[in-house]
């Protein structure tokens, strides 16, 4: 089987200057963080990622990852709701108002137009 990294499909498929604009939803059943680490150089342009976290999942391991490591800005989205801003993993687990469903949030460096025009 073979992989490739989020970068490596990025850059076969738009030039350098255009990934700022590059929107990924990744639904990859707890294969988010990994998939993460293969996507630095999108993100550090300014591209926008899309994933759930599941409310079974108190631990929160994506967002996280997104926050510590990536230093990522990250927004909780709800229907019918402004996005909230996530600033800790604590904050969005005081969130999970409802264990038995997912959330969708966005994450972005903190500076992203992209994500600033998104929310």
Request: with cysteine.
């Amino acid at each position: 089987m073979t992989s490739v990294t989020i970068d490596d499909v990025v850059a076969s498929i738009a030039p350098d200057s255009s990934e700022g604009n590059v929107v990924v939803k990744m639904d990859l059943e707890g294969a988010e963080i990994e998939a993460l680490k293969g996507a630095c150089k999108v993100m550090r342009r300014g591209g926008i990622f899309i994933y759930e976290e599941h409310g079974k999942d108190t631990t929160c391991g994506t967002t996280d990852f997104l926050l510590h490591e990536l230093r990522a800005s990250v927004d909780l989205l709800r229907f019918g709701l402004e996005p909230v801003r996530i600033e800790t993993v604590e904050q969005f687990v005081g969130l999970h108002l409802n264990a038995g469903y997912g959330h969708n949030l966005f994450a972005a460096v903190p500076d992203a137009a992209l994500l600033k025009r998104a929310l």
